[in-house]
């Protein structure tokens, strides 16, 4: 009697006989079809594996990167790589940007363009705040007639009432209790 060659194990031999193939891939083929390992791509629990992460971990990263995460899905090596260990360009180019800011405030703060806020409070209430206030006291007197032709003193009180206890409180809590 004959005895029967061994077969291959069925299975994890070939791809999956529902599965369409992918650009590139070829039946039989080790590497899964893919050419030069350039083009590998991984589902989120694959990286997760492979990462040492937890697989929710990688969704966020995924989510965070603006990349929609579906199930089983793949993802580019490098798409899951920023996902879990973020973009080192991405990283360095805002840092940058933030270097480079950095140094225009200084250098608008040495030509007089940029001035800190405490040497001009006191500018800003002498030449806007002082003048305001004194049109605020000065507004009951002015429009009362305007207001209650047989009653102005009622306006004028109503009308500085108001300022008092709205306007002006409002006007230091913008100001920051500069007067």
């Known amino acids: 009697m004959a005895r029967k060659r061994p077969t291959a ?9 529902r599965r369409k193939r992918r650009a590139g891939e070829e039946a039989g083929r080790e ?8 083009h590998h791509r991984w589902t989120v629990t694959e990286a997760a594996k492979l990462l040492a992460v937890d697989p929710k971990t990688v969704a966020m990263g995924l989510r965070r990167e603006g990349v929609e995460v579906f199930r089983n899905a793949d993802y580019s090596v490098r798409t899951m ?27 608008a703060r040495e030509i007089g363009e940029l001035v800190p806020k405490a040497e001009i409070g006191p500018e800003i209430v002498e030449s806007l705040v002082a003048p305001l206030t004194a049109i605020l006291d000065a507004m009951g007197a002015a429009i009362d007639t305007r207001c209650n032709p ?6 004028r009180e109503v009308i500085d009432t108001y300022v008092e206890t709205v306007i002006k409180p409002a006007m230091r ?3 920051g209790g500069a007067r």
């Not at 590497?31 to 350039?38: P, S």
């Not at 047989?150 to 306006?155: C, G, N, S, T, V």
Request: aromatic fraction near 4%.
């Open 9 to 17: 194990p069925q299975g994890r031999s070939g791809p999956h006989p």
């Open 31 to 38: 590497d899964g079809g893919y050419r030069k390992g350039l």
């Open 81 to 107: 790589v920023a996902a879990v260990y973020g973009d080192g360009e991405r990283e360095r180019v805002r840092a940058l940007q933030l270097d480079n800011a950095e140094r225009e405030r200084k250098a």
């Open 150 to 155: 047989q009653k102005p003193e009622l306006a």
């Open 173 to 175: 809590a913008k100001l």
